[in-house]
């Protein structure tokens, strides 16, 4: 079999579209398609910050998990729940609770975030990493151009009506793509070394493995993955609602298809201005990401309402900059941590930042209703402020070298 002579990254990047199709509508309608079928702004908070202490809960036993069935099984089973079993409750239900139920399953799935990078890393050959996953992030918005397409649909019909059609149409192609890794995927030597020796690992080796996670450049690392990672995961759910809301951008929900194309047009401008710096490394392009997130919140808060045009572009530096950050930081990150501790720290780091999720949703979701550009702006401070913990990690790093 072919895929059988491919790498793990590689079959992850050549079966990722079905998913990076499926989360740019998430995205773009998913909280409008479970509020229009009853379920409250409040609750739609209160639901996923649930689903980030599910998924704490989770990341606290990932390292226990991957160590005694492995990375990939850990990887296939939690995307079965949280991606097969979640997309046939949301195309064949319309009740709001078990609608909320679905959410919960798909956000406490993230626990599989470690075991994901680490299997996409490992017996991989480390100058390809950079790329490979720039290249995951550009799959991921470039999906998303499947959504202009379908904006007259769900104008004619509505998000709620045109949802569930499409999400009849997600489900079968994630099924498969999902039964493709599953074929093709190989548990990584490091995975099985680790398998072998789960009867060793204490709680105190595994604290040990967070300590030197932690060192140096690990610090800065795990901190800005922290800071960046907690708005990034409540804005990915919550932003139509601030796009849609009369005070904020107040766009009609069909101009939200056209979000992907924004996406698109921020990744060139990513790419001409990576052009101009050849030589950069991914830690030094890890601070152009944030710079791009900063510009873009900063566009959002000032934006006039109901220019689709100005959030386009705003939108577009905001992704160009999650993609670019997320690149760079995974790569670095993944770089720095040895074998042995990889699962470990990012396990650890998962849980800090899953719990910054569950207590912070349930007070933000009804804020980016009522006070949009209030949030833009405080995320737009605080990227600014990352930039500072950014010079902080290539000193550390400078340092190390």
Not at 65 to 72: A, E, F, I, Q, S
Not at 262 to 275: D, E, S, T
């Amino acid at each position: 079999m072919l895929l059988r002579t491919w790498s793990n990254a590689q079959v992850f990047l050549l079966t990722e579209f079905p998913w990076s199709v499926t989360a740019a509508w998430m995205g773009s309608y998913l909280s409008l398609f479970l509020l229009d079928q009853g379920l409250s702004a409040k609750n739609l908070g209160w639901t996923i910050g649930v689903g980030a202490l599910v998924q704490l809960l989770g990341l606290g036993l990932s390292g226990t998990l991957t160590r005694h069935v492995g990375r990939k099984m850990t990887i296939m089973s939690g995307d079965f729940a949280g991606w097969i079993v979640v997309l046939g409750i949301w195309t064949l239900s319309h009740s709001p609770w078990v609608l909320a139920l679905g959410l919960v399953l798909n956000q406490g799935s993230g626990y599989v975030g470690p075991a994901w990078n680490s299997l996409f890393s490992e017996d991989e050959q480390v100058h390809r990493l950079p790329r490979y996953f720039l290249l995951l992030q550009v799959l991921t918005i470039t999906g998303g151009l499947i959504l202009p397409l379908i904006r007259g649909f769900v104008m004619k019909e509505g998000v709620v009506a045109s949802g569930h059609t499409l999400l009849a149409i997600f489900w079968p192609s994630v099924a498969m793509a999902w039964t493709i890794r599953a074929l093709a995927l190989r548990e990584s030597t490091a995975g099985k070394v680790s398998m072998q020796q789960r009867q060793h690992v204490s709680w105190s080796v595994r604290l040990s493995h967070v300590r030197q996670g932690l060192q140096g450049p690990g610090f800065y690392l795990a901190v800005l993955r922290i800071l960046v990672m907690v708005p990034l995961l409540m804005v990915a759910a919550f932003v139509p609602l601030s796009f849609v809301s009369p005070k904020g951008l107040h766009l009609v929900a069909a101009d939200l298809s056209l979000l992907p194309i924004g996406a698109v047009g921020g990744v060139l401008i990513l790419a001409v201005v990576r052009r101009m710096m050849p030589t950069w490394t991914p830690t030094q392009l890890m601070g152009l990401g944030l710079v791009f997130l900063a510009l873009g919140y900063t566009g959002l808060t000032l934006g006039p309402q109901g220019q689709i045009s100005w959030v386009l572009l705003a939108w577009g530096l905001v992704m160009a900059g999650q993609s670019q950050f997320a690149s760079s930081h995974t790569s670095v990150w993944m770089t720095w941590l040895p074998d042995a501790v990889r699962v470990d720290v990012q396990g650890w780091i998962g849980m800090i930042t899953a719990g910054g999720v569950a207590v912070l949703s349930p007070f933000l979701a009804e804020a980016f209703i009522r006070q949009p550009r209030w949030v833009f702006a405080g995320l737009a401070f605080l990227f600014t402020v990352c930039m500072a913990l950014w010079g902080l990690l290539q000193k550390s790093m400078k340092t190390r070298g």
